[in-house]
């Protein structure tokens, strides 16, 4: 089992950037695939980028591809969304989670298959 602790949210203006981090703890976490989902207020929880035990293989919802990154250092037990050109809509709670299992690339978007879930950050972006 491995427990996920999220942090970097918080307030910022339009056009501008965070990084968000997520801590793992528990066992090891180069064993488990790294996703980051977000959840706005009346909405259902969406898929944002992910990224495989090694970190060589990354994958983005249409919605970020070339504003936000995805990276980990398995070293440090971390996994990273940097953000960048924030728009209002990216306004949500973002959470990492972790799946331990081997997947292709195009199946890291599928929220059904992460196990564990950290307890989200706050991002708001305003206009």
């Known amino acids: 089992q491995v427990q996920l602790v999220e942090s970097g949210g918080g307030l910022v203006q339009e056009g501008g950037s965070l990084r968000l981090s997520c801590a793992a703890s528990?066992?090891?976490?180069?064993?488990?695939?790294m996703g980051w989902f977000r959840q706005a207020p009346g909405k259902e929880r969406e898929f944002v980028g992910g990224?495989?035990?090694?970190?060589?293989?990354?994958y983005y919802a249409d919605s970020v591809k070339g504003r936000f990154t995805i990276s980990r250092d398995n070293a440090k037990n971390t996994v990273y969304l940097q953000m960048s050109t924030l728009k209002p809509e990216d306004t949500a709670v973002y959470y990492c989670?972790?799946?331990?299992?081997?997947?292709?690339?195009?199946?890291?978007?599928?929220?059904?298959?992460?196990?564990?879930w950290g307890q989200g950050t706050q991002v708001t972006v305003s206009s």
């Open positions: 989670a972790a799946d331990p299992r081997f997947r292709p690339t195009q199946d890291m978007g599928n929220i059904s298959l992460y196990e564990y």
């Open positions: 528990g066992r090891t976490f180069s064993s488990y695939a």
């Open positions: 990224i495989s035990r090694t970190g060589a293989r990354t």
